[in-house]
T-cell receptor, first 110, second 113 residues
Framework: GQSLEQPSEVTAVEGAIVQINCTYQ??????LSWYQQHDGGAPTFLSY????GLEETGRFSSFLSRSDSYGYLLLQELQMKDSASYFC???????????FGKGTTLSVSS | KAGVTQTPRYLIKTRGQQVTLSCSPI?????VSWYQQTPGQGLQFLFE???????NKGNFPGRFSGRQFSNSRSEMNVSTLELGDSALYLC????????????FGPGTRLTVL
């Protein structure tokens, strides 16, 4: 079968750095994506990794290790507005559907 | 560019009824995917349509069906509703494939009583 594992909850304080891990088991691998969803809102795309290494977009970075079937999302200089659910998603081959993890709820406090 | 729109935003139905949800993708996007989101299960893929054809299908019973029109607008239908069908139904559009960046609509909140 295919599965993705990510922590269900993470808490942090403003200004801190937090890392949300994602491990996956799929029959093939094409890429790892991250989406953010605020309460009551639609998921929005954050980042995508197809190759090993780090991708940086402002305060957010995403890392992938294909040999370890592992990736993470790194959020720096946390702000209250970063409180949301974060989903990792994999595609096992080009053109097929994304398989989403169950999401990690990040709570940022002051 | 206008985003993905979904109608209606909220629906209340009773068991045994059927329901049709609508999704209008971003202009120029040809792939439309549907997801069911529930608190315990996250986002589960229902199906994807491209050029009026179902291209990918998730692991849902046949009560869940969909279609896509020539203008890329899509509908999904759930027949013989069950209590467990209560969920947020999200539609996402992407340029060409379900692997491309997905742009999600606000969802339709379905409650089955």
């Amino acid at each position: 079968g295919q599965s993705l594992e990510q922590p269900s909850e993470v808490t942090a304080v403003e200004g801190a750095i937090v890392q949300i891990n994602c491990t996956y088991q799929t029959s093939g691998f094409y890429g790892l994506s991250w989406y953010q969803q605020h309460d009551g809102g639609a998921p929005t795309f954050l980042s995508y990794n197809a190759l090993d290494g780090l991708e940086e977009t402002g305060r957010f970075s995403s890392f992938l290790s294909r040999s370890d079937s592992y990736g993470y999302l790194l959020l720096q200089e946390l702000q209250m507005k970063d409180s949301a659910s974060y989903f990792c998603a994999v595609s096992n081959q080009a053109g097929t559907a994304l398989i989403f993890g169950k999401g990690t709820t990040l709570s940022v406090s002051s | 560019k206008a985003g993905v729109t979904q109608t209606p935003r909220y629906l209340i139905k009773t068991r045994g009824q059927q329901v049709t949800l609508s999704c209008s993708p971003i202009s120029g996007h040809r792939s439309v995917s549907w997801y069911q989101q529930t608190p315990g299960q996250g986002l589960q893929f229902l199906f994807e349509y491209f050029s009026e054809t179902q291209r990918n299908k998730g692991n849902f019973p046949g009560r869940f069906s969909g279609r896509q029109f020539s203008n890329s607008r899509s509908e999904m239908n759930v027949s013989t509703l069950e209590l467990g069908d209560s969920a947020l139904y999200l539609c996402a559009s992407s340029l060409l494939t379900a692997t491309d960046t997905q742009y999600f609509g606000p969802g339709t909140r379905l409650t089955v009583l």
